[in-house]
Each structure stands twice: as structure tokens, then as C-alpha cells.
């Protein structure tokens, strides 16, 4: 598998004693979206610009295209398209003319500016000052900003933050439409797992610095394609051997407590329904693991 | 590097698309416009072009001359200012810093890109400026009309030399302010830290002396100088010491940015933080090397050279002595030129070429020195120019005006005295303030007046303060008669550094004042004041000092003595205490030729020819006064005297009396036209022989009124002016007339 960016032991500080990165190892293959996930403040951003060399990565971790980073920088920028940090825009420029002066520093051929602004269907505003946008179209603007030229690899820095939930969608399709039409590989950060659980292939999290999980999307599927959960119970020996009989995984946590597993989170009312019927007399239903509350749990700990 | 240089003629391209709307070009131009715009307005509605000029000069020179100093002192740095904030503000505002950097341009490019635009904006106002200035002369002289002696050519040469050496002394600003625009991210501060520099400079420039590398003192200097190098160099050293700090600027500012942190961008590793090293210390070093200050090498000749522009052919000139009237050297006039080398040792003093008895020229020289005069007499009018050795002394005077004095406000208002120790601290501080001003004074090249002339010009200064010093303890005397007063230390050795007996200061009349002053302040006798001066001179022990002071004593005084018996006094008395053979000899001639034209004595004859070249001599007038005004075309006060001698003539024309206005011309048709238009009862004529008349009516001056009795005998070598009452009360007695009431 091809990897597009790749970090080993990435790590970066401000003063001495206080990490905002460490050891952080990524792999991105070609062709995914990878969703990079973490909590506000969690280095995302900081991780992006050292990503984008913004911020210099000194110890030379960062390869890019299987090369290192700094030797590539900036030529490598007519591959990458970024949004780092809500838009960059210049807000006394028309749509077009932003579009145009990304367009000629990445010497790319203008006609391509109206390509993109149909993409993002900014085409109706294109001559109208980007300081009169409003902030969907900013963000939409920025987006094309990054695609224009058809770079190879996309850095989007929350890029549906502040967008209202139609945009979001949108934003959405048309990331997963030129991940899919044109092979993009897409790095997109959020604080959001429900959007990249929606649009990503692959996914990072992070928290205070530190790299808590990084698989695909898949995986973290088949991780979480069962469902645990507690019951607390009368006699729960008791019943932990009759399901047991029945075939049904279980283990006893305390004096009245025991975990369940069952197949999907679906099955919880019929199982629950099944213990009643048959007399059980239940004071507690609780989900120990679900793939939120595992992520609430990664990032808290 | 050509694919270096490609990125960043790219980048520059692309901030031409991210300067769109903004105006920045616009405003260059109309920074550019205000001026030459504000001056024609002015001009045009003012109509007011100063006195008439003699001598040929450029028109456009001129006029930019006048607006130059406001453009390169404020309107331009203020440019600066406002452009390179804005410019790095569309940046800063937008993100756009961060957007640049994940593009393909590179961080030089980037950073020089955006400098560039600057330069451009610069060009932008320099070109609208010289432009529009050259348009505003054509436009005044639209509506005026302009001076005969101007010159309508445009100067091309001139205008791109000014124009490249703006641009380049405002390089360094533009580096210096473009650094802080980039570095601070507010519009408002880098706009304020600016402004506030730039006014500071203008008020402080008036107080203290800006150094030499301060940016906004560099665009100064090209319209203090708007001519450029007095020494032939294309550039001023201020202007190429722009670049140096450009330079600085421009490594300082990029590698900030680049690497974001001071201590990364300088000091993170061995190979930056000698890198680092050696820009600071090759910028210092350079700037050193510049900044030095030159002499004028001397050459083992002393030389006296000129030439006369005029239409008139000069014959003969005269290098004396100002004082003591000792001619150094006659010098021959070929073609309008002089050239003379001189042997003998020569002190360094004010000396005078005169040339053909009339036209004086000052120089400043001493042996060893080259002089060269470029003379321009027209329409009457003198101007001299002075080149060669002596041009930073040349400068230094004429840079050295006069400044307000609080001391001396306080001293002649009779302020604080009461406070005699605070007066003496004032008098020293000011005094020390001068003296040590006196040896910073550069040239636009850094060349420094030699240490002679430094000397002698910190001597001048501390003889202004003594004078004050001495006119502050006559003042107390009289205030407060009971108390003494007491000179401090600091005014005892300022006294020290003057001699009583100083040589090369003789020729100065402040020392003069100072030197009667100690010499007869305990003289208490109740007697002339100029007696006790004349007998504290005698009483000097014999020397060539003595000789010359005395001399020059004794000329002034026969020139103002009011009677030939004072004259007579002060010769017998004194002259023969001057020792010195040459100058006695000197003081007997001078005491003559007064003596032979007092009253009684036969007047010397002057043959003179009027209008219809008909030639008359004084034996003409025999049995009647002559009143003869001695006048030439080309002297003012003459001209303001000639209507009240007309007035004169026609109110005792019937009277036995004839005058006589006699021309000293040396331009005869210039005198046949003015004579033409004057009143006919004033004979009109023109001296043939103007030496001898000099010679013989011992002429320093004109205008001058010689009255002649009927037997043609001296009756008033002198007159007084027409204008004053007594010069009718004495045509009156001579003419037996009554007193007027």
C-alpha cells in the first residue's frame, strides 16, 4: 500500500517542557479520506500546519509522496491543495480573482477556475466581492481554492465548520465524489466523529498530543458490529447460567451485574423483553461499549 | 536561480491580482501629484516669483528645487509608510500569509515579491512626482510670465539623476518599514510606529544633529543636496549607505519571517548564527568604511585661479588683504581668466580678489590651498562661486546661520540678572553647545573643513561669549552697583582661551570689541572712549601685532574724523608708534590723500564725456558750484539716491550751481540708456578715465556727492546723501541762501 503521508515519532513543542505533538505516527495511504479526529485543542490543527510546513518540522519526520517533507517544500504545493484554518481568503477580492491568484501562483490554466466554481456552485457569484459571502460560500470558496489545478492530496482543516447541515452534506458528496471520480487522497480534520464516520476511509484520532488509534474505517466497524451491555439483575448467577445455556456470551461483574453481548444494539429491546417474559426482575439496562462511547473514553483518558 | 527568479517574477504577477481594488498604485500616484498640484495653485493665484534673477538659470530646476524638500521629507516617507502597511496587510487581514505558503512560491519570493510591489508603488511617485512638476512650471508660465534669463531646456540628466538617487535612498526605508509591516500584524501600529518616527524626525531635526544613517534624514539629504556630490560621485555617501541598511533590512526581515522565531532564524544552529554574525558585522563595517570623513588633500602650490563670465572684457584684478589693504598678488586677466600661483607663506584668513577696482570676490584660503572663482557678472549683478580646496569651509558658512539665543535675550532685556552664577552656567552651556557644533559640520560628501579653519571659527565663537560675557558684567555694574560678581571657573577658562594678542584674528571685528575692551575696562578716566582705546593700543609693547591693530585703528578713525584737525591729531600723535615701515608708510598715505581732498584744496580734474559724446572737464564750470554725483547703472543705493539729487537740481536750477550725476559704468551702453530717461537738469556724463578718478577722489564707495567751489577748489570731498536735510542745508550756505524754516 502506497503511503501519501507518513510521520514517524512527529513531535513538536513550543517550550521545552510542554508537548503540543508527540510521537505522533501517521500513515496515510493513497487514495483514502483519512478522517483525523480529536477534541478541540487537541494538536489537530498544530499537526496540519506542520503537515502543510507551515509550522517547520525540524527533526524531519514528515515525508510527503514517500520523499521528506522539507526537501520538497514549496514545489510540492502544486500536488497539495490546503485549507489550513478557516478560509484563507482575500475577503476585497472577487470568487474569480482568489480563484485567479491561486491559479497563477500554482501556474494552472485559468479556464480551470470556472471547472471549480461549478464544483462548489459558486459559478452565480463569482464577480461578487468575497467580503459580501456568506460564511458557506466562504467556505465553499476555500475549498475550490484548495482544488483548483486538481492536486493529488487535500489538506482540509474542519472544512464544514460553520456550514449549516444542508451545506455539510453537500461539502460531504462532494468530497467523497472527487475522492472517488479522481483519486484524491483526502486529510481531513474534524471534532466531529459522526462526519467522519460518514465520509472516511481511514481514521486517526488524537488527543493532548498523542495518536489514540489509527485504522480503517472497517476495522473500527467490525470492532464495534457487536454490543455490550449491563444488566443489573436479581439472582444474577443465576441467570448468567441459563444464558450462558442458551448460547449467549456472558460474565458477571458483581453481585447483581452482568455483561451481555449481543450482536447489534437492535437486539437490546427482544433480549430485554425475552429476560422479562421469562421473570427476571431487572432495575438497570446500561451500554458499555459503543464506538461513541469508546471514542468519549479514548479522548478522556 | 533562474528558476528562482521565475517564481518570483510569478509571485510578483500574482500580487499584482491580490493588489486589485485596493488603490495602492492610485495612491502612489497621487502622493506623487499633491505637491507639483498645491504649488501651481499657489503660484498661479499668488503670482509671486520672488525678486527678478540676473543670471541664467533652469526654470524646471528651479521650481523643483522648491517643492523637492517637502516631497522627500514628508510626502514620500508617509507614502512608505501607508504602502508597505497596506501591503503587508492584505496578508495579514486575509490569512494570506499561510495560503502562501502552502503554494508553490517560494519564501523569498514571497517575501521579495511583495517588497517589489513597494518599489513599484515608489517608482509610481517618484516619476508622477518629477513628472508633474515639469507639467506645473509649463502651467505657471501660462498664466506669468516668465524671467528673461530663463532657461526653458528640460534637464533631462539632471531629472534621472535625481530620480535614481530618490529611489535608492528611499530603499532603506522601504526595507526598514516593510520589515515592521511584516512583523507586526496590526495595520495600525506598524502605520503609528512610522508616523511617529517620521514626526519626530522633523521636529527634532531642527534641534540636534540627525546621524547619518537614520532613513528618513537619508531622503532628506537629497533635497538638502538636490544637486548631488560636490566631489564628482554619482551617488552621496548617505545614498549608498541606503543600500547597505536596505540590504540589512531585507536579510533581518526575510530570515524572520522564514524561519518564523528570532532565535531559529538567527542563533538555532552554528551555520546561522555565523551567518547572522557576519551580515551584522559586514553591515557595520561597511557602513564605517562609508561614513568617514574626508579633507581636501592639499596640493605643495598655492593657486588662485577664475574666470569671469560676462560680456564684458576684464582686464586686471587685485589679491589683497581685506584689513590691511596689503595686495598679495596683482593677477592678469586673459580671456576672462586668472590663474596665478602664489609662494609665499599665507595665513589662513578672508582675502579679496578685486577685480578692474570694482567687483569684489571673497575667498577663503591659506598656502597650499586651490582656489578656482567661477564669476558671473551680468546685468550688473554679482555671483561667485567657489571650488577647489576649500569647499567644506565654503559650506560651513553658509550653513551656519543664525539661531535664537535665550542667553542673549536675557542679557539685553535685563532678564535674571540678578542670578549671576546662573547666567555664567547659561552663558557656558551655550557657549560649549556651539563650539562642539563647530566640529561636526560635514558636507553632503562628509568632507570636514580643515582643522585651521575649525580652530579659528571655535575662537570666533568663544569671542561671541566673551562679548556677551562683557556686555552681562557692564550691565550688573550698573543694576547692581553694591555687589561683585564673581566669574566662575568655567568662565575664567573660557577667557583663558582667548589671547589678548592674536594675530590671525585681527582682521575680525568682534575680536576687535573684545580686545578695546579688556584692554581699557580699568580705565577709569573720565575721558572719549575712543581716546582710551587709541592710548591702551599705544601702550602694547612693540610688535608686527600691535603695528596691524593700530593701524587698522587709525584708518578707521581718519575715515570718520569730521575735521581735518583730528585727522591731523591722530597722525601725529600715533603714527609714528607703528613700527613697521610698510604699514606706516601706508597710514601717511591714507592720512594724504584725505588731507588733499579737504576743503580749500584744488580739485583734481575729471574729464568726462555726456550723452552726445561731447567731452568736458571741471575747468568747463569755472565761476559756478558743482555738486557731482559719482553713480553707476548697476548700484542699487545709487538708484535710491539719484531722484533726491534731480529733486534737488530742478529746485536751484536757476541758481549759480551745476550738477553733475557722473556714471562709473563700465558697460557704456547700459549707461546711455539709463542716462537717456533721466532729467535733463542734471548734466549726464561718463568718467573716461574711472582709475584716476579713484585714485584721485579716493572712491571706496558709491554713491558719493563731491562738492566743488567756483574757483575750483574742494568745498566737501564727502557729502552727506540727498536725502538727508543737511545735504540741502550746505548747497544752501555755499549759495548764500537763507536757512530754510
Known amino acids: 500500500m502506497e503511503l501519501i503521508i507518513q510521520?514517524?515519532?512527529?513531535?513538536?513543542?513550543?517550550?521545552?517542557?510542554?508537548?503540543?505533538?508527540?510521537?505522533?505516527?501517521?500513515?496515510?495511504?493513497?487514495?483514502?479520506?483519512?478522517?483525523?479526529?480529536?477534541?478541540?485543542?487537541?494538536?489537530?490543527?498544530?499537526?496540519?500546519?506542520?503537515?502543510?510546513?507551515?509550522?517547520?518540522?525540524?527533526?524531519?519526520?514528515?515525508?510527503?509522496?514517500?520523499?521528506?517533507?522539507?526537501?520538497?517544500?514549496?514545489?510540492?504545493?502544486?500536488?497539495?491543495?490546503?485549507?489550513?484554518?478557516?478560509?484563507?481568503?482575500?475577503?476585497?477580492?472577487?470568487?474569480?480573482?482568489?480563484?485567479?491568484?491561486?491559479?497563477?501562483?500554482?501556474?494552472i490554466n485559468p479556464d480551470k477556475i470556472n471547472e471549480v466554481l461549478e464544483l462548489v456552485e459558486l459559478t452565480y457569484a463569482k464577480n461578487q466581492k468575497a467580503k459580501q459571502y456568506s460564511l458557506g460560500m466562504k467556505q465553499r470558496?476555500?475549498?475550490?481554492?484548495?482544488?483548483?489545478?486538481?492536486?493529488e492530496l487535500l489538506f482540509l482543516d474542519e472544512p464544514v465548520n460553520g456550514l449549516d447541515p444542508n451545506g455539510i452534506v453537500e461539502i460531504r458528496?462532494?468530497?467523497?465524489?472527487?475522492?472517488?471520480?479522481?483519486?484524491?487522497?483526502?486529510?481531513?480534520?474534524?471534532?466531529?466523529?459522526?462526519?467522519?464516520?460518514?465520509?472516511?476511509?481511514?481514521?486517526?484520532?488524537?488527543a493532548k498530543g498523542k495518536l489514540k488509534f489509527e485504522g480503517t474505517m472497517n476495522q473500527l466497524s467490525t470492532n464495534f458490529n457487536t454490543c455490550k451491555i449491563e444488566i443489573t439483575i436479581d439472582n444474577a448467577s443465576d441467570w448468567q447460567k441459563k444464558l450462558n445455556e442458551s448460547g449467549i456470551k456472558t460474565e458477571l461483574n458483581e453481585t447483581h451485574k452482568i455483561?451481555?453481548?449481543?450482536?447489534?444494539?437492535?437486539?437490546?429491546?427482544?433480549?430485554?423483553?425475552?429476560?422479562?417474559?421469562?421473570?427476571?426482575?431487572?432495575?438497570?439496562?446500561?451500554?458499555?461499549?459503543?464506538?461513541e462511547e469508546w471514542f468519549l473514553n479514548l479522548i478522556e483518558n | 536561480m533562474k528558476?528562482?527568479?521565475?517564481?518570483?517574477?510569478?509571485?510578483?504577477?500574482?500580487?499584482?491580482?491580490?493588489?486589485?481594488?485596493?488603490?495602492?498604485?492610485?495612491?502612489?500616484?497621487?502622493?506623487?501629484?499633491?505637491?507639483?498640484?498645491?504649488?501651481?495653485?499657489?503660484?498661479?493665484?499668488?503670482?509671486?516669483?520672488?525678486?527678478?534673477?540676473?543670471?541664467?538659470?533652469?526654470?524646471?530646476?528651479?521650481?523643483?528645487?522648491?517643492?523637492?524638500?517637502?516631497?522627500?521629507?514628508?510626502?514620500?516617507?508617509?507614502?512608505?509608510?501607508?504602502?508597505?502597511?497596506?501591503?503587508?496587510q492584505l496578508d495579514h487581514k486575509n490569512g494570506g500569509w499561510q495560503l502562501m505558503e502552502t503554494t508553490p512560491l517560494q519564501k523569498t519570493s514571497i517575501y521579495l515579491s511583495k517588497f517589489c510591489m513597494v518599489l513599484i508603488a515608489n517608482i509610481i511617485a517618484i516619476f508622477t512626482f518629477i513628472f508633474f512638476s515639469i507639467i506645473s512650471t509649463y502651467l505657471i508660465y501660462l498664466f506669468t510670465e516668465a524671467p528673461e534669463v530663463a532657461d526653458f531646456s528640460i534637464p533631462v540628466t539632471y531629472l534621472v539623476h535625481l530620480f535614481i538617487r530618490l529611489f535608492i535612498a528611499s530603499l532603506y526605508l522601504t526595507a526598514f518599514q516593510y520589515f515592521l509591516a511584516v512583523k507586526i500584524s496590526s495595520y495600525i501600529w506598524s502605520v503609528l510606529i512610522g508616523f511617529f518616527l517620521l514626526i519626530g524626525f522633523l521636529i527634532i531635526s531642527n534641534l540636534v544633529i540627525i546621524p547619518d544613517w537614520f532613513p528618513f534624514e537619508i531622503l532628506n539629504r537629497v533635497s538638502k543636496y538636490s544637486e548631488g556630490s560636490q566631489v564628482g560621485n554619482w551617488f552621496l555617501f548617505t545614498e549608498k549607505s541606503s543600500l547597505i541598511g536596505a540590504a540589512f533590512f531585507l536579510f533581518l526581515g526575510y530570515y524572520w519571517y522564514s524561519f518564523k522565531s528570532i532565535f531559529r532564524a538567527f542563533f538555532s544552529s552554528k551555520k546561522r548564527a555565523l551567518l547572522s554574525f557576519a551580515v551584522l558585522t559586514i553591515t557595520l563595517f561597511s557602513y564605517l568604511f562609508l561614513?568617514?570623513?574626508?579633507?581636501?588633500?592639499?596640493?605643495?602650490?598655492?593657486?588662485?585661479?577664475?574666470?569671469?563670465?560676462?560680456?564684458?572684457?576684464?582686464?586686471?584684478?587685485y589679491l589683497i588683504h581685506p584689513i590691511i589693504e596689503d595686495t598679495l598678488a596683482a593677477l592678469e586677466i586673459k580671456n576672462n581668466k586668472f590663474h596665478t600661483v602664489l609662494s609665499n607663506k599665507i595665513p589662513l584668513d578672508n582675502y579679496k580678489v578685486i577685480i578692474d577696482n570694482s567687483l569684489p570676490v571673497d575667498l577663503l584660503f591659506a598656502s597650499n590651498d586651490s582656489i578656482f572663482a567661477s564669476i558671473e557678472f551680468k546685468n550688473n549683478e554679482l555671483k561667485t562661486e567657489l571650488f577647489g580646496t576649500r569647499f567644506p569651509e565654503n559650506d560651513y558658512k553658509k550653513s551656519n546661520s543664525f539661531s535664537w539665543s535665550y542667553l542673549s535675550y536675557q542679557i539685553n532685556e535685563n532678564v535674571n540678572l540678578e542670578n549671576s552664577n546662573r547666567i555664567?552656567?547659561?552663558?557656558?552651556?551655550?557657549?560649549?553647545?556651539?563650539?562642539?557644533?563647530?566640529?561636526?559640520?560635514?558636507?553632503?560628501?562628509?568632507?570636514?573643513?580643515?582643522?585651521?579653519?575649525?580652530?579659528?571659527?571655535?575662537?570666533?565663537?568663544?569671542?561671541?561669549?566673551?562679548?556677551?560675557?562683557?556686555?552681562?558684567?557692564?550691565?550688573?555694574?550698573?543694576?547692581?552697583?553694591?555687589?561683585?560678581?564673581?566669574?566662575?571657573?568655567?568662565?575664567?577658562?573660557?577667557?583663558?582661551?582667548?589671547?589678548?594678542?592674536?594675530?590671525?584674528?585681527?582682521?575680525?571685528?568682534?575680536?576687535?570689541?573684545?580686545l578695546l575692551y579688556e584692554l581699557t575696562k580699568n580705565d577709569d578716566r573720565d575721558i572719549d572712549k575712543n581716546l582710551k582705546e587709541i592710548d591702551a593700543i599705544s601702550t602694547l609693547k612693540p610688535s608686527q601685532f600691535k603695528n596691524r591693530l593700530l593701524f587698522n585703528y587709525l584708518k578707521n578713525n581718519i575715515k570718520e574724523a569730521n575735521s581735518a584737525e583730528t585727522r591731523l591729531q591722530l597722525v601725529e600723535n600715533y603714527a609714528d608708534k607703528?613700527?613697521?615701515?610698510?604699514?606706516?608708510?601706508?597710514?601717511?598715505?591714507?592720512?594724504?590723500?584725505?588731507?588733499?581732498?579737504?576743503?580749500?584744496?584744488?580739485?583734481?580734474?575729471?574729464?568726462?564725456?555726456?550723452?552726445?559724446?561731447?567731452?568736458?572737464?571741471?575747468?568747463?564750470?569755472?565761476?559756478?558750484?558743482?555738486?557731482?554725483?559719482?553713480?553707476?547703472?548697476?548700484?542699487?543705493?545709487?538708484?535710491?539716491?539719484?531722484?533726491?539729487?534731480?529733486?534737488?537740481?530742478?529746485?536751484?536750477?536757476?541758481?549759480n550751481i551745476q550738477f553733475i550725476a557722473l556714471s562709473t559704468d563700465k558697460d557704456i551702453t547700459k549707461w546711455y540708456v539709463s542716462a537717456k530717461l533721466k532729467s535733463k537738469s542734471v548734466l549726464q556724463l561718463h568718467a573716461n578715465d574711472m582709475e584716476k578718478l579713484r585714485k584721485d577722489y579716493n572712491i571706496e564707495s558709491i554713491p558719493r556727492f563731491i562738492l566743488i567751489d567756483t574757483e575750483g577748489k574742494i568745498y566737501n570731498s564727502s557729502m552727506p546723501f540727498p536725502t538727508e536735510p543737511a545735504f540741502e542745508m550746505i548747497l544752501r550756505k555755499v549759495l548764500n541762501l537763507k536757512e530754510m524754516e
Open chain 2, 3 to 88: 528558476n528562482s527568479l521565475n517564481n518570483l517574477f510569478t509571485a510578483i504577477q500574482a500580487e499584482h491580482i491580490k493588489k486589485r481594488g485596493t488603490g495602492i498604485y492610485l495612491l502612489s500616484f497621487i502622493f506623487g501629484l499633491i505637491i507639483p498640484l498645491l504649488y501651481t495653485i499657489v503660484i498661479v493665484f499668488n503670482q509671486e516669483l520672488g525678486k527678478p534673477i540676473a543670471f541664467s538659470f533652469n526654470i524646471f530646476t528651479k521650481h523643483l528645487d522648491d517643492i523637492l524638500d517637502s516631497f522627500t521629507v514628508f510626502i514620500f516617507p508617509l507614502l512608505i509608510i501607508l504602502i508597505t502597511s497596506k501591503i503587508a
Open chain 1, 7 to 107: 510521520t514517524t515519532n512527529l513531535t513538536f513543542q513550543y517550550s521545552k517542557h510542554k508537548s503540543i505533538i508527540e510521537n505522533l505516527t501517521i500513515n496515510v495511504p493513497k487514495g483514502s479520506i483519512y478522517g483525523f479526529l480529536g477534541p478541540n485543542g487537541a494538536g489537530k490543527s498544530t499537526t496540519m500546519r506542520l503537515l502543510t510546513g507551515i509550522i517547520p518540522d525540524d527533526n524531519n519526520t514528515i515525508k510527503i509522496f514517500g520523499k521528506s517533507l522539507n526537501e520538497q517544500i514549496p514545489s510540492v504545493f502544486s500536488k497539495i491543495g490546503a485549507l489550513v484554518e478557516s478560509p484563507a481568503l482575500y475577503l476585497h477580492l472577487s470568487g474569480y480573482n482568489n480563484l485567479l491568484y491561486i491559479a497563477k501562483v500554482k501556474n
Open chain 2, 291 to 317: 561614513s568617514q570623513t574626508h579633507q581636501v588633500k592639499l596640493n605643495d602650490k598655492t593657486i588662485i585661479a577664475g574666470e569671469i563670465k560676462s560680456e564684458i572684457q576684464f582686464k586686471k584684478a
Open chain 2, 578 to 655: 607703528i613700527t613697521d615701515s610698510k604699514l606706516n608708510k601706508s597710514i601717511l598715505h591714507i592720512f594724504k590723500t584725505y588731507e588733499r581732498l579737504g576743503r580749500g584744496k584744488i580739485a583734481d580734474d575729471i574729464i568726462a564725456t555726456n550723452l552726445d559724446s561731447k567731452t568736458f572737464s571741471l575747468t568747463n564750470f569755472k565761476g559756478k558750484y558743482v555738486v557731482i554725483d559719482v553713480w553707476a547703472t548697476w548700484c542699487g543705493p545709487c538708484l535710491y539716491q539719484s531722484p533726491y539729487f534731480e529733486k534737488m537740481a530742478l529746485k536751484y536750477k536757476k541758481e
Open chain 1, 259 to 291: 455483561a451481555v453481548v449481543l450482536n447489534s444494539k437492535e437486539e437490546i429491546p427482544t433480549f430485554i423483553k425475552k429476560l422479562i417474559e421469562a421473570g427476571a426482575l431487572i432495575y438497570e439496562v446500561k451500554i458499555l461499549e459503543g464506538l
Open chain 2, 424 to 514: 555664567q552656567k547659561e552663558l557656558y552651556d551655550e557657549w560649549e553647545e556651539k563650539y562642539n557644533a563647530a566640529n561636526t559640520f560635514r558636507t553632503a560628501d562628509n568632507y570636514t573643513p580643515k582643522q585651521d579653519f575649525i580652530e579659528k571659527e571655535k575662537k570666533l565663537i568663544t569671542i561671541d561669549y566673551l562679548n556677551l560675557l562683557n556686555q552681562f558684567l557692564d550691565k550688573r555694574k550698573a543694576l547692581f552697583p553694591n555687589e561683585k560678581t564673581v566669574l566662575t571657573d568655567d568662565i575664567t577658562s573660557l577667557k583663558s582661551k582667548i589671547s589678548l594678542q592674536d594675530e590671525t584674528l585681527i582682521g575680525n571685528e568682534n575680536y576687535l570689541i573684545y
Open chain 1, 141 to 151: 470558496l476555500a475549498i475550490a481554492m484548495a482544488l483548483i489545478g486538481e492536486p
Open chain 1, 173 to 206: 458528496k462532494l468530497l467523497i465524489k472527487i475522492n472517488k471520480e479522481k483519486g484524491v487522497t483526502i486529510f481531513v480534520s474534524s471534532h466531529l466523529l459522526s462526519e467522519i464516520e460518514k465520509m472516511c476511509t481511514h481514521i486517526g484520532i488524537i
